[in-house]
């Protein structure tokens, strides 16, 4: 601010001496002394005007009311004027007209003023531009506190489901079980990794090892009722993503396509990275009995929706969710990030 203060005075006593010489340089003379003279005189107002800067910050710091504030500036104006023009007057003050003190003095109180003014706006500015920060930070801890809120919920969402998984295989098939617990162990190390690190986020690579881990894991209690079709993109391995972005999606067609059925099924699992937006999209299709399309918007369930609410706050309006279903016809749910998820249905969450 001082540099442009400090330019904004020069130019203006450069441009003040020049007119002052017009008649001269119309007859082609220049009066250099005099140049410097008019040059000089500014300075003791440039120098004295700087004091407003300190003087309207301690009247905000006050509190005074703006009526108070214009009667104080109003009387160090002229405090200023007096002071900035005291030399002149001791120096060419002999038998002059009243007019020659009077309009130089108006002339100082108006720079004040305006001066002030301008410090006063700046003021104003910068004090608005806190609040804005002070507004986004807020803004920004209260969606770091919803997401961290949302994680906590889908993790005991997911622990609980796999848990419940391996106490019906401990029934069934105590070999199995160990296997699983041991699996599930290294599940649970990724899930802690990911709090631990303080940021959620991993690449693709990572989250389809979780994935992999635990259809492994349902592998074991399913069967030959659970086959996977895995269509993977190989140059989207290194994208990032929020952590347990993919298996919920995965998680949501075992428990509704395939648990409730004795039947085998098929689990596609599709992966793709647009080359040109670097949007990476996730599809989840199975091949269960689907849903009614309007049932979605009303179902109760926490996992999709829980993705869907995580995936908005980190990416907002780019990223998207989209669910196909039909009764009958399967239940595919596709994620693109930077995008969304959509909502899941009545049984399909």
């Known amino acids: ?18 007119a002052d010489q017009l008649d001269r340089l119309a007859d082609g003379r220049f009066d250099g002394p005099r140049w410097l003279l008019t040059f000089a005189s500014l300075l003791p107002s440039a120098t004295l005007l700087a004091l407003a800067w300190p003087l309207s910050g301690l009247f905000e710091r006050r509190g005074y009311r703006f009526p108070s504030m214009i009667g104080l500036h109003i009387v160090t104006a002229f405090a200023f004027s007096i002071v900035s023009q005291m030399p002149f007057w001791i120096m060419f003050s002999i038998a002059r007209p009243i ?21 006063h706006l700046i003021r104003a500015y910068e004090a608005a531009h806190r ?39 401990t029934q069934r098939n105590p070999a199995a079980a160990e296997t699983a617990l041991f699996q599930f162990s290294d599940m649970l190390r990724y ?3 990911t709090e631990r690190g303080g940021s959620d986020r991993v690449t693709l ?3 389809l090892d979780f994935v992999r881990d635990y259809l492994e894991l349902e592998q074991l209690r399913l069967g030959e009722r659970l086959h996977v079709d895995w269509d993977l ?60 399309p309007a049932l979605i918007a009303t179902s109760s369930g926490l996992g999709l929706r829980t993705v869907e609410r995580r995936l908005q706050l980190d990416y907002g309006s780019r990223a998207a969710l989209r669910v196909q279903c039909a009764p009958g016809q399967g239940f595919c749910v596709s994620v693109t990030i930077p995008a969304h998820l959509t909502a899941p249905e009545e049984s399909y969450a």
């Open 1 to 18: 601010m001082w540099r442009i203060y400090i330019a904004s005075w020069a130019i203006y006593g450069v441009f003040l001496s020049f």
């Open 99 to 119: 007019s020659w003190y009077v309009w130089p003095l108006l002339y100082h109180v108006m720079t004040y003023l305006l001066g002030a003014g301008i410090f």
């Open 131 to 169: 609040q804005a920060l002070a507004m986004k930070e807020a803004q920004n801890l209260v969606i770091a506190s919803e997401l961290s809120a949302l994680r906590n919920k889908l993790n005991p969402h997911f622990l609980f489901n796999t848990l419940h998984s391996i106490i019906a295989l």
């Open 191 to 193: 899930v802690l990794d």
């Open 205 to 207: 690579d990572a989250e």
């Open 233 to 292: 993109d190989p140059d989207a391995g290194d994208h990032p993503l929020p952590a347990l972005s993919l298996q919920p999606l995965v998680e949501n067609s075992i428990k509704h396509a395939f648990n409730p059925h004795s039947r085998p099924g098929i689990l596609c699992i599709r992966t793709r990275r647009d080359p040109a937006s670097g949007a990476l999209t996730m599809s989840v299709r199975d091949s269960g009995p689907g849903a009614d």
